[in-house]
């Protein structure tokens, strides 16, 4: 603990640049947004999975992304210096303040697409906390060291469902496959890099975006394989918009159920 | 309509201070993998645990609840197999 503690209060030059603020705060804001609305999207299944061993597994991939969620937003509120907490990012922003990608804030359907989804984005998440381990900021590589821990699980758990349920049944295989391909040109936008993604990476902060891509082929590509399915044949960047802000009609209705009580009653503490 | 059902696994997790694992419950799973898969998200959310063991429940043979006399009473009369009558030496230490 005291090590962490040290590298805590040592300053972090990268976060005290002026310049960099406005981008690193979208950035910041990006990286805890997906964690926050996949996280509220996989607790809707807790007490509704189809087995107790599930629901249980989805309901702690929910947890560790909440926790991932409040290491992020609170960067992010503090890099902002408006005042504001990481409470405050969640639950008082409107859907088009939101900066998570499409992807995650898609409707959960059956187990199929459930599963699909979160191995996609594992998929991702994972290259992307490895790259975040070597930030130059060392708030931001310490942050990606802790969730990686819990992410490399979350990857481990996907990866084996989606060959289990892929190389199952008849009808778990064309479920999967039907997953596969509906969230397919959603998976492109983690993989678009903008003028805030190029700023993170120029300023040793991110890794940029395009050189993940190799190793999430690689990943996915051996993952399905091994399930028996089909790489569609359409374009994975269909999709767009998310992270500026321009999301699914999905999004209010998510930030309705999970911004009403502070909405409601402002300040409430549990 | 049939309902096909995960086999039973029986867990055993090793905790951080013990030597041996022991048998904490039982879960449904697919297969072995997803079994150790599943005892991590059931039985470690604690920290209860640094390693976990699955075995089939259908692997595993048990005594006959009926059998409980033969096996176990003669035992019952036979203080001298607890090793409490010898004088350890001081030299020798803790045991």
């Keep these: 603990m005291s090590a962490i503690a040290e590298i805590t209060a040592a300053p972090d030059p990268v976060l005290a640049d002026d310049g960099l603020r406005r981008a690193l705060f979208e950035w910041l804001c990006r990286m805890g947004d997906n964690c926050l609305i996949l996280g509220h999207r996989l607790s809707e299944w807790c007490g509704h999975g189809p087995a107790l061993e599930e629901d249980i597994a989805l309901a702690n991939t929910a947890l560790d992304l909440i926790g991932h969620t409040q290491m992020w937003l609170a960067l992010a509120a503090e890099i902002e210096g408006k005042g504001r907490s990481a409470d405050d990012l969640a639950f008082l922003r409107d859907a088009m303040k939101f900066r998570n990608a499409k992807l995650v804030e898609l409707p959960n359907g059956d187990m199929a697409v459930t599963l699909m989804r979160e191995f996609l984005f594992d998929a991702w998440h994972f290259e992307m906390l490895t790259g975040l381990t070597e930030s130059a900021s060392p708030r931001i590589a310490e942050i990606a060291a802790k969730a990686l821990k819990e992410v490399s699980y979350h990857l481990e758990r996907s990866s084996d469902l989606v060959v289990r349920l892929g190389d199952g049944s008849d009808e778990s295989h064309r479920r999967m496959q039907d997953a596969l391909n509906r969230l397919w040109p959603y998976a492109g936008e983690l993989f678009t890099a903008d003028k805030v993604d190029e700023a993170a990476a120029a300023a040793g902060i991110a890794p940029e975006l395009a050189a993940l891509r190799a190793a999430w082929d690689k990943t996915v590509g051996e993952v399905l394989d091994e399930a028996t399915l089909t790489l569609p044949e359409i374009r994975f960047d269909v999709h767009q918009g998310g992270k500026q802000g321009r999301h699914t009609e999905h999004l209010g209705y998510i930030l309705a159920e999970m911004q009403f009580l502070q909405r409601a009653y402002p300040g409430a503490e549990w | ?95």
Excluded: C
Aim: hydrophobic share 35%.
């Design chain 2, 1 to 95: 309509m049939s309902k096909k059902e995960w086999p039973l696994w029986e867990i055993f997790i090793r905790g951080q201070h013990g030597l041996n694992h022991r048998h904490v419950g039982s879960l449904h799973a697919p297969d072995a993998e997803m079994a150790v898969n599943n005892a991590r998200d059931v039985y470690t959310r604690r920290k209860e645990g640094v390693s976990i063991w699955v075995v089939k429940s259908t692997d595993i043979t048990a005594s006959a609840p009926s059998a409980k006399g033969p096996l176990f009473d003669p035992a019952e009369s036979k203080v001298y197999r607890h090793p409490t009558f010898f004088d350890i030496p001081d030299d020798v230490g803790h045991m």
